[in-house]
C-alpha cells in the first residue's frame, strides 16, 4: 500500500507541474491620436505631437499612414546622414561639376554654388536645412558616401534604424519620384530622432545664415515677422517642402507657456484667404498649434495608490482578495474643461485571479486612462498589499485541481478500480487460506482425537496385562 500511495502523489505532482502558467500583454498603440482638432486643417495628412512627454505621444492626426511625398523635408534625412558619418563638419570639400549638372533643367532651389567652390560640411548643411539649397545636397551625398545612390542606401537604412516601415527614397533633396515617399507617422520618427541631436537642432531652428556675402533666410515662413500673414512668434524651425505633387509641406516645433509641440503637415494646398493667394501648410500649423495651446492643459489624471481594481487571491494566508492601485502618479494633456467624472481607467488583459504569494507592489497589469473614447495615458496596476502563502491551502487547491482534470480523473479511475480488484484479489486469497488453515486445524484435530482413542485402548490393555494371578 505504502507503495500505491507513492505512485499517486507522484502522478499528481507531475500533473501540477505541467499546469501552463497565465500570461498577459497590452496592446499599445503609440501614435493613436488623444483627441480631434475642431478647427479647420486643410492638409491631406497631418500630426501634431506633444514634445514635453519621452513617449512624444501623437494628440491629433489624420491619415498618418497614408504614403505622402515628403518633398524637401527629406533634407531631414540628409543632414542627419550626414552628421553620423562625418566626424569633422569642419572639413573644406570642393563642389563637383556632377553635383551641379545634376540639377540642371530642374528648377530646384540652390544656392548658387560653382564646380571647384570649396566650403565645410558645416556650411553645406546650413544651406541644406535653412535655404533648402539641393546643390547643397548632392555635394553632401558625393563626400559622405563618394555618389549619390549610395548615399541614398544610407539614408534608407537610417530611416528603419529609428523605425521607419512606410518610408523609401531615392534622392537627398526631394525632388518629385513616384518612388520616394513616406508617411506622417514615419515623419514623427525621423524629425524626434534628429531633433536629439544637438548639431542638427542648431542649423535646423537656425532663422538665417550667411554664406559668401549672401544672406539666406529659413524657408519657414512662420519664422519671419516680415511675412505678417504666416508669422507666428512661438515657432522654430524645421523645415519645409514643395513640390506639385507633393502639395505644401512643414515641419516645425513651437512652444509656450511652457508647452512644446511638434507640428508634420503634408499635402496641404494654395487657398485665397482674405483675397490672397496663402500656402495654407503654414495656416494649418499655426491652427494645430493655437488649438492646443488653447484646449489643453497638464492635469494629473490618477494619483500613485488610487484604488483600481481588486482581484481573488488564491492560497492567501491571511487575505483572499487585493485591490489594486496605480503604480504613480500620471500626468497627461487633457481638455482645459475636463470632466475628472468622465475620466475612466481600464485594466489591461486583467487577469481573473491571482496566486500566493503577493507582494506589495508586484506589477499586475497595464491600465489605459480614456476619456472621451479616446486613450489619453497609460499606467501599471500593481498589488495594494501582501499577501503570504498558505501552505495548506495551497495543498488543498493542488489536489482539488488535479481532480478536476479529465485525465488525472480517468488515471486516478483506473487506479481506484486497479486497487479494488487488488483488494478483492486479497481478500479471496485471505478467504481461501483461511479454509487451508481451518482444514488443517481440522484434520490436526481429528488426527489428535484419534490418537487419544488409541492411547486410551492402549492403556486399557496394559491394565488388564498387569493384573496378578488368580489364588489357587
Not at 132 to 159: R, Y
Request: with cysteine; aromatic share 8%.
Amino acid at each position: 500500500m505504502k507503495k500505491l500511495i507513492s505512485f499517486l502523489i507522484t502522478i499528481c505532482l507531475i500533473f501540477v507541474t505541467a499546469l501552463p502558467l497565465n500570461a498577459f500583454a497590452a496592446d499599445v498603440n503609440d501614435d493613436k491620436g488623444m483627441y480631434q482638432v475642431n478647427e479647420k486643417v486643410y492638409a491631406d495628412s497631418y500630426m501634431l505631437v506633444s514634445l514635453d512627454d519621452e513617449s512624444y505621444p501623437v494628440i491629433a492626426q489624420k491619415n498618418k499612414d497614408v504614403k505622402k511625398y515628403p518633398a524637401s523635408l527629406t533634407k531631414i534625412v540628409t543632414a542627419m546622414v550626414t552628421i553620423k558619418n562625418c566626424s569633422d563638419l569642419q572639413k573644406t570639400v570642393k563642389v563637383s561639376k556632377r553635383a551641379i549638372d545634376a540639377l540642371s533643367g530642374t528648377g530646384a532651389q540652390v544656392a548658387g554654388l560653382k564646380p571647384g567652390e570649396q566650403l565645410t560640411v558645416e556650411q553645406l548643411l546650413y544651406l541644406t536645412l535653412v535655404h533648402s539649397a539641393c546643390d547643397a545636397c548632392q555635394v553632401l551625398a558625393e563626400v559622405v558616401a563618394g555618389d549619390v545612390p549610395s548615399f541614398v542606401k544610407l539614408m534608407n537604412d537610417w530611416c528603419k534604424s529609428v523605425g521607419c516601415t512606410n518610408t523609401h527614397l531615392v534622392n537627398p533633396d526631394g525632388l518629385h519620384d513616384p518612388d520616394h515617399y513616406t508617411t506622417a507617422a514615419d515623419l514623427k520618427l525621423i524629425t524626434i530622432e534628429a531633433l536629439k541631436n544637438k548639431t542638427f537642432e542648431k542649423i535646423a531652428t537656425t532663422q538665417q545664415y550667411e554664406y559668401n556675402g549672401q544672406t539666406f533666410i529659413h524657408t519657414n515662413f512662420m519664422l519671419d515677422k516680415y511675412h505678417i500673414t504666416y508669422y507666428y512668434e512661438y515657432a522654430k524651425g524645421i523645415k519645409t517642402g514643395s513640390t506639385t505633387e507633393a502639395g505644401y509641406c512643414l515641419i516645425t516645433e513651437a512652444s509656450k507657456n511652457g508647452y512644446n509641440y511638434l507640428s508634420i503637415v503634408l499635402d496641404s494646398p494654395i487657398k485665397k484667404l482674405d483675397g490672397i493667394d496663402t500656402k495654407c501648410s503654414f495656416i494649418d500649423s499655426k491652427t494645430l498649434f493655437d488649438w492646443a495651446f488653447d484646449s489643453l492643459k497638464y492635469s494629473t489624471v490618477i494619483k500613485a495608490n488610487d484604488v483600481v481594481n481588486e482581484l481573488p487571491v488564491e492560497n492567501g494566508k491571511d487575505a483572499d482578495t487585493v485591490q489594486l492601485v496605480a503604480e504613480k502618479d500620471v500626468t497627461t494633456l487633457v481638455p482645459v474643461n475636463l470632466d475628472p467624472s468622465a475620466v475612466m481607467i481600464k485594466p489591461v488583459d486583467l487577469p481573473e485571479k491571482l496566486d500566493a504569494p503577493v507582494s506589495q507592489g508586484d506589477k499586475i497589469c497595464d491600465a489605459e486612462i480614456v476619456y472621451g473614447n479616446k486613450v489619453i495615458a497609460k499606467t501599471k496596476l500593481v498589488a495594494s498589499k501582501t499577501v503570504e502563502l498558505s501552505t495548506f491551502l495551497k495543498l488543498y487547491t493542488t489536489v482539488r485541481n488535479a481532480l478536476g482534470s479529465k485525465v488525472v480523473f480517468a488515471i486516478l479511475l483506473v487506479l481506484i478500480i486497479l486497487v479494488g480488484i487488488y483488494i478483492l484479489v486479497f481478500v479471496s486469497r485471505m478467504k481461501e487460506a483461511k479454509k487451508r488453515s481451518e482444514a488443517k486445524r481440522r484434520r490436526r484435530e481429528q488426527f489428535d482425537e484419534q490418537m487419544n482413542i488409541n492411547s486410551r485402548n492402549s492403556n486399557r490393555g496394559r491394565r488388564n496385562d498387569d493384573l496378578p494371578p488368580p489364588r489357587r
